[in-house]
């Protein structure tokens, strides 16, 4: 059987994918036509209802909970790994509602996040998550929402942090912050849905175990190329979480929607959200 699977070109996804689109585990019968795209892209495929399987943010998938369903297996959470808001000149967390800032895509988790955090903060504009260091140094505008690798070279490029909304996150709630997960079709029959999270998590397992056979297709799409900040990237985004989602990855993910919906970012939502 063949189905339509999306994922972006972080190296925590291509790492995570590998194995299971080179042939490197056994897919029990399965084979994926692959769409790699920015994650804000794959959040409107899903949102559309138009590909099978998908990585998207958690906030995308609190518009697409009626034809969708989560993996258990796949899902970016962590400590110490959410996005950051950076600035060139000095700001105050107190001015943040006064600025513009960009945001990598109205859908993502890291605008859900900064609108919980600062919810009459209205100036926003949408960029490609790769794109807003530049826009702040350049003054397009006054902050940026990072996330990816930009949080392990902003300071490189004179760029210094407001506020790790990550962080944040965890202070307030306890909980690990819920970046993104995987998202398939509740219209795929219940067997293939439990069979695709299977493959996902040995090919999760293969590449933790066999990291190295990974390398070269996590090279060749990452949008930072030091193998240092790659390394850093996985080792940050891929953990015990994206093997198996724990209870508390569950409820960290509902407690995200609870709290989204009391601040109005989002609607409220069913419970019946994992397969």
């Known amino acids: 059987m063949k189905l339509t699977l999306g994922f972006s070109t972080c190296p925590n996804d291509t790492f995570i994918f590998d194995a299971m689109i080179h042939g490197k585990v056994d897919t029990e019968g399965l084979s994926f036509d692959i769409v790699m795209e920015d994650v804000e892209q794959l959040n409107k495929r899903v949102t559309d209802s138009c590909i099978d399987i998908s990585k998207l943010s958690f906030h995308a998938y609190a518009h697409a909970t009626q034809n969708y369903i989560l993996l258990t297996s796949g899902s970016a959470l962590g400590r110490k790994n959410g996005p950051l808001l950076i600035s060139r000149q000095k700001i105050y967390p107190d001015e943040v509602n006064s600025i513009k800032v960009a945001v990598p895509g109205i859908n993502t988790t890291a605008n859900m996040l900064f609108s919980i955090e600062y919810p009459d903060a209205r100036d926003k504009k949408v960029y490609l998550f790769s794109d807003i260091e530049e826009a702040v140094l350049g003054g397009e505008v006054d902050a940026g929402v990072i996330i990816h690798e930009s949080r392990f070279t902003y300071e490189q490029k004179g760029l210094r942090k407001i ?75 891929v953990n015990n979480y994206t093997i198996e989602m724990n209870d508390e990855a569950k409820e960290a993910i509902r407690y995200l929607y609870k709290i989204a919906f009391e601040r109005g970012v989002i609607k409220l939502i069913s419970d019946d959200i994992f397969i």
Do not use: M
């Open 163 to 237: 506020v790790d909304l990550g962080e944040s996150w965890e202070k307030k709630s306890g909980y690990p912050v819920p970046l993104g997960g995987i998202a398939i079709r509740r219209a795929i029959d219940e067997d293939i849905r439990i069979k695709v999270n299977r493959v996902l998590k040995r090919s999760v397992l293969y590449a933790l175990e066999n990291p190295n056979t990974a390398y070269d297709f996590v090279k060749k799409y990452a949008q930072e190329l030091d193998d240092h900040v790659i390394l850093q990237h996985i080792q940050l985004y």
